[in-house]
């Protein structure tokens, strides 16, 4: 069972650090700049982060990416904590839409109000990004979640 405990948040985690721990889950780092750490966060020391989610911002649209939490600190609520972190990020850069490609992980993600959605239904920008026509492969999941406006 996960907690609710506070988690302290990195902004802007090193690359290195953050390929180390795609690499170590299998997930694709190829694309990755030092550009697109400006809206990355992390758990965990600088130079050896325990768990890294990013985000792109696309105008209305955000493309979740990039989650993994080290296995030895998994079930802790870091995972979970890192979608509201990329999410408050959106929503901070007016984004109203969040999107994912996941081909592991779908139930964590309905768990946090994601639902599964048709690719073709992705707007332009979505579709323009690396992840979503090069990196993941056509079998992974595509998901949707509508961001609630705050403070209305
Ligand atoms: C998916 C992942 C990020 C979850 O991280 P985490 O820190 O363990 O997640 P949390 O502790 O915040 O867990 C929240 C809940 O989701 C559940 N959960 C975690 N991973 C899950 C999965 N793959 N499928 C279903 N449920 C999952 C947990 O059991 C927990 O439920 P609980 O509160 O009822 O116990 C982590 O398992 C991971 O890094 N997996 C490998 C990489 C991956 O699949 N990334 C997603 C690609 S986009």
Redesign the pocket.
Known sequence: ??TAAAVDILEKPALGAVERLLAN?G?PTTDLTSAHLETFFGVGSPEALD?VVGVELHGDSALL?S???APL?????????LVSAAERCARSAGASDVY???S??E??FE?LGYARTDRSSAPQAIRRTYEFASLCPASATFMHKRLVPTGT
């Not at 600190?73 to 904590?81: D, E, F, I, M, Y």
């Open positions: 069972m996960s889950a997930l768990a990416r989650l993994v939490v600190t998994r079930s802790r609520g870091l995972g979970r904590a994912l490609l996941t592991t992980a139930p964590f768990s």
